[in-house]
């Protein structure tokens, strides 16, 4: 779900950015149908979503959020941070964010054989519809929380819960600037070239 902040905090290589694209749509053992490269990619999106379990700011973001969502205020963060981290971009990454999914989309599309089945089922619709650059959009993740609350096994909340992210803005946007520093510190891999996380 979070794909933006994913890639963000991968190392940066094509290899990198896919195993960390799949990392949601393989489960179990990754076997060796994939590149070793490209499986420590999804290593590494796992070490990730482990990581944010305990992460102290990741955890102050859920607790900022209404306890009436429960269990999906770990979703919400996930989509938040997508969120902030699209509008705040500029700071974070030397190249355009629309260059930056560009080149995600192009890689989607010349691998699209080596990709699980349910990446290839949604690669078209996240390239036809620029959900990486969407993700700065507050329509775009309104349409998100909705569309997972449906996938959801049991009813929750999660359809109305946008207005979460407006109450809790400017201490979201900072718990999630300290995640990063956290998560890359953790991860091992260096921010990219002329990022300007001080200048927030």
Known sequence: ??????????????????????????KGSIGDCFSAAVRR???EHRRLDAFAQIEPHFKRSRQRLDPQYGHCRGIMVDIFYDHILAREWHHHHPQPLENFAGHVYRLLQDHFDQLPPDLQRIAPRMIEHDWLAGYRNLQVIGKVLQNLSRRLSRPTPLAQSLPQLQIHYPRLREDCRQFIHAARRHLGNPPPTGEKISGL
């Not at 994913?6 to 393989?26: I, K």
């Open 1 to 26: 779900m979070n794909y933006l902040m994913h890639l963000y905090l991968s190392d940066g290589s094509d290899e990198g950015l896919l195993g960390n694209l799949m990392g949601d749509f393989v």
């Open 41 to 43: 990619g999804i290593e």
